[in-house]
């Protein structure tokens, strides 16, 4: 804790004279202020009397009532002492005017407050779903209607620049995404998604081992979205695999985050919202993820909570993306309390669920439960089956079709063919889970795998508007 050498009163205006840097404050409510220096650095300032305490604080996102307003994110910028901005929980955007004197080592500040609300990206839901470019799926075709925002999969990590790049056979479709998306809803939130389960971890932990390669990596991101005109960044490293990786993950992140923090600075364009998607708990088998820069410097994170269970890991069958499952710890719930007990607030969680299933084959036609024996994948090479091919193999077969609520899953099978998977009833259900926990909200993956948008409808009435 530092101290802060003095305080001048002004009515409900407060000016702090830090070393030999000026601060500037917001009215005081709960003895709770946000600051800022001219260093672009942040601070919590907690009031006691007539001394004032100071914690620096990195990527803060925590909401505190200043003024009836609850701010997220960095609520004060400084451009040149003149003018400071702030977004709201519920997406407002403020503008603070100010002038500032200097008069025997004191300034004198005044403000002014004009209140404009209206739609940004940090509103308080997350009602998303990825889009894929290997889908093929046409974006023309995504109903953004039924999401406030969505994910275009994926931008590439180049190996031997660290930068991130698009293919040239994507080039067209990404540079125009979030323009297409928003003819059918004008206030979709789109973020570009980096990585992938295709893309080589390996690359992304040797970006991420040095700090002039996580700068051509933050640098080109950065670009990138903007020249393709995203609101966000989305990162999926799948997945650090040693303690010095997650270790180096914590520092692209912060990295990243400052990067973000100063380019609004330095521009005043709306800063670009940062998240990622990571493993359905807070470690990765034994290897914990840097909680404290993730909780720092992430708007939210994406909880995949799918692949439990598939034929290419597993022999027997499983549901691929279980809520709950007695007697074991690979579970949706089981990972989001995990985050939450290592320290991410429930409100920075995004349930993720896949529009996705699995096909095994089954060793004994009349043993088709969960946990049966299986002798490998069924229908596909890999087994993976999108919900409309799922939904088709049942009406083609006369499948018989199980909801299971204890494990929040379904399945269906017939002769020796068995498909876990997630229908209505089980996106329903998670759904509500979400929405009674407290999550910012559920993400799936991905768009294209849905069939007459049945399973994002669901999801979309569930949670409500």
Request: aromatic share 16%; proline share 3%; glycine share 8%.
């Amino acid at each position: 804790m530092k101290k802060i050498t003095k305080i001048l009163d002004l009515k409900s205006t407060y000016l702090f004279i830090f070393k030999s840097n000026f601060i500037i404050l917001l009215n005081k409510i709960n003895n709770l202020i946000f600051c800022k220096n001219k260093s672009y650095r942040f601070y919590l300032l907690n009031l006691s009397g007539s001394i004032a305490t100071t914690e620096r604080v990195y990527g803060l996102k925590e909401s505190y009532e200043l003024s009836e307003v609850i701010f997220k994110h960095r609520p004060l910028y400084i451009f040149g002492g003149i003018q400071a901005s702030c977004y709201t929980r519920q997406g407002a955007f403020a503008t603070f005017a100010m002038a500032a004197k200097l008069v025997s080592f004191l300034f004198l500040i005044t403000f002014h407050f004009l209140f404009r609300l209206q739609f940004s990206a940090g509103q308080n839901v997350v009602r998303a779903a990825y889009w894929s470019a290997g889908s093929e799926f046409p974006v023309s075709d995504i109903d953004s209607s039924l999401f406030t925002h969505l994910f275009c999969a994926f931008a590439d990590l180049d190996p031997q620049t660290n930068q991130v790049a698009v293919s040239s056979a994507n080039q067209p479709r990404f540079s125009t995404f979030t323009e297409t998306v928003q003819q059918k809803n004008p206030s979709i939130v789109t973020l570009l998604s980096i990585g992938g389960g295709n893309s080589r971890a390996s690359d992304f932990a040797s970006m991420a081992s040095q700090a002039s390669r996580r700068q051509s990596f933050i640098d080109s991101s950065i670009n990138l979205a903007r020249s393709y005109g995203f609101h966000g960044l989305d990162l999926d490293w799948e997945y650090p695999s040693t303690a010095t990786e997650m270790t180096n993950l914590g520092l692209l992140l912060n990295e990243w985050r400052a990067a973000v923090d100063d380019e609004f600075a330095s521009t005043g364009y709306s800063p670009l919202l940062l998240s990622a998607a990571l493993f359905r708990s807070s470690d990765y088998y034994t290897l914990d993820y840097p909680i404290q820069a993730i909780e720092n410097s992430l708007n939210w994170i994406n909880v995949m909570a799918y692949d439990f269970y598939g034929p290419r890991w597993s022999n027997i069958t499983g549901p691929p993306a279980a809520l709950y499952n007695p007697g074991t710890q690979v579970s949706g719930d089981h990972g989001i309390r995990s985050w939450i007990q290592a320290g991410i607030p429930s409100n920075k969680l995004v349930l993720g669920f896949p529009f996705y299933g699995y096909a095994w084959r089954l060793v004994d036609a009349n043993n088709h439960g969960f946990f049966a024996p299986t002798s490998g994948p069924a229908i596909s090479q890999d087994g993976d089956l999108g919900y409309g091919q799922i939904k088709d193999f049942i009406s083609q077969n006369s499948a018989t079709e199980v909801y299971n609520s204890t494990v929040v899953s379904n399945y269906c099978y017939s002769g020796t063919t068995w498909i876990g998977f997630d229908d209505t009833q089980s996106i329903t259900a998670k759904v509500s889970y979400a929405k009674d926990n407290g999550l910012l909200g559920y993400f799936a993956w991905h768009v294209g795998a849905d069939e007459g948008w049945t399973l994002s409808q669901a999801a979309s009435e569930t949670w409500g508007s």
